[in-house]
């Protein structure tokens, strides 16, 4: 994701066979999930904080109230780290010491930059909401004039970023393969259950749209 | 979660009513988890890195090779930001403005102490081990000499710590209620699925383990 190669700081440097730099599969990633959880400083003291994103070809959004301490930091062009999780299981072995997690993570760093206009504020709304709910923006009131100024919206190049994937079952010690213990994966996965309504939904509305129902984001 | 109640860097800012800081809230969010983005900086850059993690009374524990930079940053007692995410649905409102999460997250901030004693590091990996997959310890092989050598264990006192929490439909403008615009909540939750035995495993291992099948933690 860097074409000379991973950074100093991207490099992954535990267990370095579970990096990969591609575009490829940094995309994947973010793609199949929506929440973020970002990194950054003030006052020497780090913050991580969870979020929702989008993604757009090579830009990351995200976006909050104008009176987040988080955007507000980052509008200023600090350095950020952003790091999306997917946990695929968990990697039971015979020992403890090799128990592990199967996951797919990305973590991605650079400065963000504050998005001005109002249509590319709405365009960035557009790519977090169908981030998260594909198919909901043209069903919903669109932000009016008022409501964007109470949003900001930063957009962070995906031009610096790692991601590490760790799949298949456990690897354990050579002699510990005869011990009379269960091994292998247990694996982990997120579901939507069936949509709540409203209380308050009106009555015109007879039916839950299709793309709640057959919903697949991963939020980990 | 702190004496004197919440402390400049844990108060609550955005949203203030969704702001918590009892021991109680604090610690069923950490318990019903295991999974947490930790967040420290090296030269001014920060980074954001998910890792398990246990909690024994007023302690979380932490463990990684003795290789990894983000346990060989934290051993020099910088500080640390660890937060946990638990994302208990989607709000869908009407307005692409309200639309909203339902979730419970931890931030903790503080500074974390290398556990050194190897029964203080074995008692820890337990925590963590128990933490993740209940019932499991006692099935395993219990670290050796040599691998708590490699192992590092941290732990973080749990003294300075907030929760934030949304529950609850959506709340629209009092304008938008009409609409005809399906709303509500699209819940989310992990499931395990079924365990898939190590190629591997022992003709000696007759069943899957009762934790595994019963498994309801909580990756986020």
């Known amino acids: 994701m860097n074409p000379n190669g991973p950074t100093k700081r991207t ?3 535990r267990l370095p066979k579970r990096g990969d730099y591609s575009q490829e599969t940094i995309y994947s990633i973010l793609d199949a999930g929506f929440l973020c959880h970002v990194g950054f400083v003030v006052d020497g003291q780090p913050f991580v904080i969870p979020t929702g994103y989008g993604r757009s070809g ?4 995200m976006h909050g109230s104008s009176a987040s301490r988080m955007l507000r930091t980052l509008e200023a062009g600090v350095e950020v780290c952003v790091t999306v999780t997917l946990l695929d299981g968990l990697v039971l072995a015979r020992s403890a010491f090799h128990h592990s997690m199967n996951y797919r993570s ?5 400065t963000a930059m504050l998005v001005e206009s109002a249509e590319e504020k709405t365009e960035a709304l557009r790519v977090i909401s169908e981030q998260i709910v594909p198919g909901r ?4 009131r669109w932000p009016a004039e008022q409501e964007l100024k109470a949003t900001k919206v ?3 190049p995906i031009s610096e970023a790692s991601a590490k994937v760790r799949t298949g079952p ?5 002699e ?8 292998g994966i247990l694996p982990l996965s997120v579901h939507a259950e069936q949509p709540v309504p409203d209380p308050r939904i009106s009555s015109d509305v007879t039916a839950v749209p299709d793309y ?3 919903y697949d984001k991963r939020p980990i």
Request: no cysteine; aromatic share 14%.
């Open 212 to 214: 709640l129902l057959k």
């Open 58 to 61: 090579n830009t990351l959004y």
């Open 176 to 183: 510990d393969y005869a011990l009379n213990v269960w091994a």
């Open 170 to 174: 456990p690897a354990d010690d050579e």
């Open 154 to 156: 930063l957009a962070l």
């Open 137 to 140: 923006w043209k069903d919903v």
């Open 106 to 110: 990305v973590v991605l760093f650079g």
């Open 11 to 13: 490099q992954v440097i």
